[in-house]
């Protein structure tokens, strides 16, 4: 996989926010299951598909500005990064919706819920999240504490790096079941198997591309129709997640770039959005389909496809990109040289 900005990870993006705000919209029309279709689980897939992509990117990243100084240097500018890509829209949300449900609800969430939810630390303090999609967070944002070792470790390594990734990752598992075994609680750990084969996909970078970019795309759609129909029919999703991570990673670096122009235009443009889309659009719906429950359904779904790609929009140009170039200019300033501009993610 080359090193430069790729459409198929666009794309890629782009089908997952699709997938979570699909079944959200699904279980919104009370369709839990639809048939033995577990709709909930199309979400947690499009976010399994963000946890590939974001380790697999940001290991990317960290090459392209792995010469700008010593490792906990390097380490520090791109926590850094980060902190200014996630944090300012998700404080954002965070607020709006704790300030929206205390002036139309007797109750609301607590200052405590609302200080876990601000700095994304809901699954170590126990905290419900203030939205659904927040859960996700904390998760992505504590895996970034590991990036800059397992990029260390991947530089080191060489031609071999995937073999260690490898190890690592049937590492992880066999530690995640052995705390399941003794009755211990495993919810913090059990995604670290899912974040690992962006690694490995990134260690791979260089295989021969083999597949065409459909070969891909068909396995992500497959997924989205067998992931939750095991998951309907009792299958564990923690496992299911092990092993269609795994496989992702494998695949990713081995298909050949997309080359449909529309699908290249789409992709791109929704994956620079995406972040926004997924924020927003859960407390968009909740607005539109419950406490203005009165507007027809019809129209509640149009003004949810305007509002939302707007807000969306909005959010990307006047919070995230301003963000991320404050966040570059604050690593600039640790590193003492120009860092590079980074892929979107």
Not at 266 to 281: E, P, R
Not at 286 to 301: K, M, N, S, T
């Amino acid at each position: 996989m080359a090193d430069v900005h790729s459409q198929n990870l666009d794309v890629l993006r782009a089908m997952a926010v699709g997938f979570v705000v699909i079944s959200h919209l699904l279980i919104e029309y009370s369709q839990l299951m639809l048939g033995r279709f577990h709709v909930q689980s199309l979400g947690t897939l499009g976010v399994l598909i963000f946890f590939v992509h974001t380790c697999l990117v940001l290991m990317q990243s960290l090459e392209r500005h792995g010469s700008t100084g010593k490792h906990a240097t390097r380490g520090g500018s791109f926590l850094l990064m980060r902190a200014f890509r996630i944090y300012p829209m998700s404080i954002l949300v965070v607020l709006a919706v704790s300030l929206v449900e205390r002036l139309w609800s007797q109750g609301g969430p607590s200052i405590t819920t609302i200080v876990s939810n601000i700095l994304l630390i809901q699954n170590l303090t126990g905290a419900p999240s203030v939205t659904p999609v927040l859960w996700s967070l904390p998760y992505e944002v504590q895996m970034y504490l590991f990036l800059p070792a397992l990029f260390v470790l991947a530089s080191l390594a060489g031609q071999r790096a995937w073999c260690w990734i490898v190890a690592l990752w049937i590492a992880a598992i066999v530690v995640i079941l052995l705390v399941w075994r003794l009755g211990l609680n495993y919810e913090l750990v059990k995604f670290f198997p899912c974040f690992l084969p962006g690694v490995l996909a990134y260690c791979l970078r260089h295989s021969p591309r083999r597949y065409p970019a459909a070969f891909l795309f068909l396995f992500v759609c497959a997924g989205a129709v067998s992931f939750p129909a095991l998951v309907g029919m009792g299958c564990s999703a923690t496992v299911l997640s092990w092993v269609f991570c795994l496989l992702l990673g494998l695949i990713l670096p081995q298909c050949r770039e997309l080359r449909t122009a529309w699908l290249r235009s789409c992709g791109k443009t929704i994956a620079q959005y995406s972040y926004g889309i997924y924020l927003v659009h859960v407390p968009i719906l909740y607005l539109l389909f419950r406490h203005f429950h009165a507007i027809p359904r019809p129209v509640a779904l149009l003004l949810f496809g305007v509002v939302v790609p707007l807000l969306a929009f909005l959010a990307y140009h006047w919070i995230e990109k301003p963000g991320i170039a404050y966040g570059r200019v604050l690593a600039r300033r640790i590193n003492g040289v120009a860092v590079q501009k980074p892929l979107s993610v």
